[in-house]
T-cell receptor
């Protein structure tokens, strides 16, 4: 079982759809992250959860709604997205939210909003 | 806030040639520094990290990086590049409770 898995790997949705991205980590970590990776832009941190509690919301629009039911699972619920939200969404985990902690990344979900 | 800059957006090298990817950081004290690699269609994988001690750090896949405080740099090197090294490379530094990544350097390897 690989360390961090993400489903689906690809997603195409219309602006009025509701969909969810799923991330699961099998590393026993306590912190989980959502990043957005757009073409020609640095990785943007979106949300951080530490011990299931949200500790960072990096000014993300409310059409993105995270959920962390336990330390192993992280969801990103999507609703009424815009075409500029098309990107690669990466999930990561680390042992805890210490600044020096190494992050382990999933393969990402490639999202296209039509 | 701590940050890193990768001056080179795209680099092309021939297979077997040496490689150096540049990373400059901005932070007054000694930072923790990381290099990650992202192959097409994949997430990021840690190559190596520097916390303290020896300024020359060895990583996976034959990569190494050298921390130079005088130049505020943490450049990634490999003596002989393989075609499978073609990927995007990210330098990163922790900032408070998250990781700040550079814009990335895309490496193309010519046969």
């Amino acid at each position: 079982e690989t360390g961090v898995t993400q489903t689906p790997r690809h997603l195409v949705m219309g602006m009025t759809n509701k969909k969810s991205l799923k991330c699961e980590q099998h590393l026993g970590h306590n912190a989980m992250y959502w990043y957005k990776q757009s073409a020609k832009k640095p990785l943007e941190l979106m949300f951080v959860y530490n011990f299931k509690e949200q500790t960072e919301n990096n000014s993300v629009p409310s059409r993105f709604s995270p959920e962390c039911p336990n330390s192993s699972h992280l969801f990103l619920h999507l609703h009424t997205l815009q075409p500029e939200d098309s990107a690669l969404y990466l999930c990561a985990s680390s042992q805890d939210q210490l600044a020096a902690g190494t992050q382990y990344f999933g393969p990402g979900t490639r999202l296209t909003v039509l | 806030a701590q940050s890193v800059t990768q001056p080179d957006i795209h680099i092309t090298v021939s297979e077997g040639a040496s490689l150096e990817l540049r990373c400059n950081y901005s932070y007054g004290a000694t930072p923790y520094l990381f290099w990650y690699v992202q192959s097409p269609g994949q997430g990021l994988q840690l190559l190596l990290k520097y916390f303290s001690g020896d300024t020359l750090v060895q990583g996976i896949k034959g990569f190494e990086a050298e921390f130079k405080r005088s130049q505020s740099s943490f450049n990634l090197r490999k003596p002989s590049v393989h075609w499978s090294d073609a990927a995007e490379y990210f330098c990163a530094v922790p900032n408070n409770n998250d990781m700040r990544f550079g814009a990335g350097t895309r490496l193309t390897v010519k046969p």
